[in-house]
Structures are given as C-alpha cells and as structure tokens.
C-alpha cells in the first residue's frame, strides 16, 4: 500500500512553468508506475503523463512537449515539470500509482492517489 502526497501548486500566467511533487511512503514503491492526472470542474478525470515502472514515459497529447515526467526511486519520489502553461491546463492535479506497466489512458486502473494540488492558469 502506498500514501501519496503532492506539491508544488499555485497560480501561475499563461506562459509559466510550474513544478509538481509526489513524495510516497510505504512498500514496493519501484514497482509501480507513477501518473499525474488533471480533474477540471465539471470534466472527468484524465491523464496527464505517466512513467511506468521501467521509467518509460507516456503523455496526453496536449502535454507533449511542454510537460515532463520524472521519478526519483531512491526517494519514493515523482516530478511533473511543466512549461508553458496555458488555462486549459488549469484544474486539480492528482498523483496517483498503478500496475507496472501503465499509459496515461489506463486512469481506471490506479489504484493509489493523493488528494491532489490545484494548479490555475491564467490568460
């Protein structure tokens, strides 16, 4: 079982660059893949990016290029560094942990999630 918890949100322009934590405890933490995901009000939530258990990443379309995923194993740990920024990136982001090998489209089968970090993008 893991405990999530994340950081690194706030308010930002358009053009911005925001970077994301995850710091997990508990056991077998290498053993998961690791995802951000983004729930905006009144939308479903979907996948961001996700780096699997071999450090392969995976990313929504909107994200690519602007958007990387990283994890730290020796610390329990998961970054999201974001460039920019734009209002449709705005919305709650969520860490959240999965079977090994997991895509950013696979948001049912994460089992483990933090409570998430609010991230506003203003125009």
């Known amino acids: 079982q893991l405990q999530l918890v994340e950081s690194g949100g706030g308010s930002v322009q358009a053009g911005g660059s925001l970077r994301l934590s995850c710091q997990a405890s508990?056991?077998?933490?290498?053993?998961?893949?690791m995802g951000w995901f983004r729930q905006a009000p009144g939308k479903e939530r979907e996948g961001v990016a996700v780096?699997?258990?071999?450090?392969?990443?995976t990313y929504e379309g909107s994200a690519e290029g602007r958007f990387t995923i990283s994890r730290d194993n020796s610390k329990n740990a998961l970054f999201l560094q974001m460039n920019n920024l734009k209002p449709e990136d705005t919305g709650m982001y969520f860490c959240?942990?999965?079977?090994?090998?997991?895509?950013?489209?696979?948001?049912?089968?994460?089992?483990?999630w933090g409570q998430g970090t609010q991230v506003t993008v203003s125009s």
């Open positions: 959240a942990a999965g079977p090994f090998y997991s895509t950013y489209e696979d948001v049912k089968s994460f089992r483990y």
């Open positions: 508990g056991d077998l933490y290498h053993s998961y893949s």
């Open positions: 780096i699997d258990g071999d450090s392969n990443p």
